[in-house]
């Protein structure tokens, strides 16, 4: 057993306090990793204020995840000591099903999630990565190059695969006319990555604020949401939309910037259902879809896709003692673009 | 200039009556059709009451028209005297476009309609079938095969397209699990040509009455959508829904049947925003999408398709001096499943 530094809370009001948690020893096919850095990602404070269903506390949040590689298990081939690793937002599926033989292992019904769920005993919680370790099977982790600045790999783990999976499945390519909805940390990350894989962005904001931001991160066109009248000019326009917004809104004026066939996913989701139009639907036959982080290989596949086209975060690096204070910023929107905790603080 | 008998009405809350148009005389490129029936659908009562934006009145309605070929242009080599041909949803289109070129004429930016639209030349009106003739270029007419009985044929020109194009645009084949929301005049139709491309095929109503027509209809199972309790059996289940209501609904229940990545096609258009959950869409990567007509290419595929297999529409015939009447029960629901009219009692 490893004791590992950790930050928790205990109820949907608690705050996150220092706590510590016991990581199993290494398994033959396990890895241990000492965790460099670990994003925060909306959904951990959705989670930790039990704003999503039933919590199970004590709770570790915490699924960008990124450290060195400590020990492993005498079967594992894929790292060695010293080697960096990373985690997301899953640690284990069952292996066996459609969902993971096709490598959609976030989609298997027993996956067992980073935090807020368990082992595929169903019985050992799991804890995420706000710690000093973390013990996981080596074919759940994944390897990242080094000489990247770690911690700005880190958001990788949720928010890049979020963003690049769609982007990847709808064929993003030089040319392509990609709209991203909201400019917070999926955002920028949609962003940074359409723009890599070779788009034309244009980046949709109720903030006029952001358009400097927007286009510094590499977006071409901005359109201020606020009035309708501002998306007229953009009126079948776009080959794809990334919707990274989880506040309740119309798709159907966002829709309408969609060429022929174009599709709009959501990645972000509002709890209250949202409105379209079925006419906004049916010309021009278009899709709403949405998009759940990614499977291992796709997930590997982004990261190397990342550290060659050096795609990372724009981050903000915090002390785990200010953990608190990021959240309510990241409520408020106030953060360019992802608070990263380092872990050495804990 | 040939003069056609046909019912028009010269407001929205006017009935029909009998009325005189005139139709070109045949172009080198156009044959002239002696109508035999024509069907009566939604989109023609929505228009002639101008609950679908602006109709220009005098409105003659109808876009399911089936009829004898009785003239040809010098140029025509598709059809000769005595052929039978059928009209659907438009007259004619640019032929130049890239939505033209790939066969998608409905998509065109100057789609002539059969009705409540104009010609190419943006001046001349176009009217629909409820009439004695049509003239029309032979390339947007379709070819009929004999021997089938042409009442039954005529609804397949806007009812029967509509459903087969996202039957097959995604592909169903033997074994596929098809929902269809609605058994009116569109959802009798896709359980028919669902049911024909080898699916099992599950019917959502809100009429416990229609259970035993469902299933004579093809259907194998039936959703009383009334209680949502009755989804919870078939959540994961299918492959592709059509959606035929056009009244408001959430999409959300219907979506839980789905299995991974399936799809919810809009076929029917509530003029009302829908609500759908974002979560719905998310958790299996489900999509929402819609659906207008087919091209000419796929229109002409599927009365092909129909005539070899054998699938035609249930319809009740009535003279037209019923259409009035027709009108009112079809509102009301009261049809199994399609009014054709009788062009002879025009």
Same mark, same amino acid.
């Given at each position: 057993?490893?004791?590992?530094?950790?930050?928790?809370?205990?109820?949907?009001?608690?705050?996150?306090?220092?706590? /510590?948690?016991?990581?199993?020893?290494?398994?033959?096919?396990?890895?241990?990793?000492?965790?460099?850095?670990?994003?925060?990602?909306?959904?951990?404070?959705?989670?930790?204020?039990?704003?999503?269903?039933?919590?199970?506390?004590?709770?570790?949040?915490?699924?960008?995840?990124?450290?060195?590689?400590?020990?492993?298990?005498?079967?594992?081939?894929?790292?060695?000591?010293?080697?960096?690793?990373?985690?997301?937002?899953?640690?284990?599926?069952?292996?066996?099903?459609?969902?993971?033989?096709?490598?959609?292992?976030?989609?298997?019904?027993?996956?067992?999630?980073?935090?807020?769920?368990?082992?595929?005993?169903? /019985?050992?919680?799991?804890?995420?990565?706000?710690?000093?370790?973390?013990?996981?099977?080596?074919?759940?982790?994944?390897?990242?190059?080094?000489?990247?600045?770690? !911690?700005?790999?880190?958001?990788?783990?949720?928010?890049?695969?979020?963003?690049?999976?769609?982007?990847?499945?709808?064929?993003?390519?030089?040319?392509?006319? /990609?709209?991203?909805?909201?400019?917070?940390?999926?955002?920028?990350?949609? /962003?940074?990555?359409?723009?890599?894989?070779?788009?034309?962005?244009?980046?949709?904001?109720?903030?006029?604020?952001?358009?400097?931001?927007?286009?510094?991160?590499?977006?071409?066109?901005?359109?201020?949401?606020?009035?309708?009248?501002?998306?007229?000019?953009?009126?079948?326009?776009? !080959?794809?939309? #990334?919707?990274?917004?989880?506040?309740?809104? !119309?798709?159907?004026?966002?829709?309408?910037?969609?060429?022929?066939?174009?599709?709009?996913?959501?990645?972000?989701?509002?709890?209250?259902?949202?409105?379209?139009?079925?006419?906004?639907? #049916?010309?021009?036959?278009?899709?709403?879809?949405?998009?759940?982080?990614?499977?291992?290989?796709?997930?590997?596949?982004?990261?190397?896709?990342?550290?060659?086209?050096?795609?990372?975060?724009? #981050?903000?690096?915090?002390?785990?003692?200010?953990?608190?204070?990021?959240?309510?910023?990241?409520?408020?929107?106030?953060?360019?673009?992802?608070?990263?905790?380092?872990?050495?603080?804990?």
């Amino acid at each position: 057993m490893i004791q590992a530094k950790a930050y928790a809370n205990h109820s949907p009001t608690d705050l996150l306090k220092p706590f /510590v948690i016991n990581r199993r020893s290494p398994k033959p096919n396990d890895i241990v990793i000492e965790i460099a850095y670990c994003g925060i990602c909306h959904s951990d404070i959705h989670t930790a204020r039990g704003e999503w269903g039933p919590t199970a506390y004590p709770f570790v949040p915490g699924h960008e995840i990124v450290g060195k590689v400590i020990e492993v298990g005498k079967k594992v081939k894929r790292f060695k000591r010293g080697d960096l690793a990373g985690v997301g937002c899953f640690v284990d599926s069952c292996g066996k099903c459609a969902n993971c033989k096709s490598n959609e292992q976030q989609f298997c019904d027993h996956t067992a999630f980073t935090y807020n769920s368990t082992e595929l005993d169903k /019985v050992t919680p799991t804890y995420g990565g706000y710690s000093s370790h973390i013990t996981i099977k080596d074919q759940y982790a994944y390897k990242i190059k080094k000489g990247l600045p770690l !911690d700005r790999v880190a958001p990788l783990l949720c928010a890049g695969i979020t963003t690049y999976s769609p982007l990847k499945r709808f064929k993003t390519k030089k040319g392509s006319k /990609v709209g991203v909805v909201g400019l917070g940390g999926l955002g920028h990350m949609a /962003v940074k990555i359409a723009k890599a894989m070779g788009a034309e962005v244009t980046v949709f904001s109720t903030s006029p604020g952001k358009e400097q931001d927007a286009k510094k991160l590499g977006a071409k066109n901005f359109i201020l949401t606020s009035n309708p009248d501002n998306f007229v000019p953009y009126e079948g326009k776009l !080959d794809l939309i #990334i919707d990274t917004v989880s506040a309740q809104h !119309d798709f159907s004026l966002y829709m309408s910037t969609l060429k022929k066939a174009g599709t709009h996913v959501l990645v972000g989701a509002s709890p209250e259902p949202n409105h379209v139009e079925a006419m906004a639907l #049916i010309f021009g036959r278009k899709s709403l879809t949405g998009s759940l982080i990614g499977g291992l290989k796709e997930t590997q596949e982004m990261l190397d896709f990342c550290a060659k086209k050096k795609v990372l975060a724009d #981050i903000e690096l915090v002390p785990a003692s200010r953990i608190n204070e990021a959240y309510d910023r990241t409520v408020r929107g106030q953060v360019k673009y992802r608070f990263v905790i380092d872990a050495k603080t804990l």
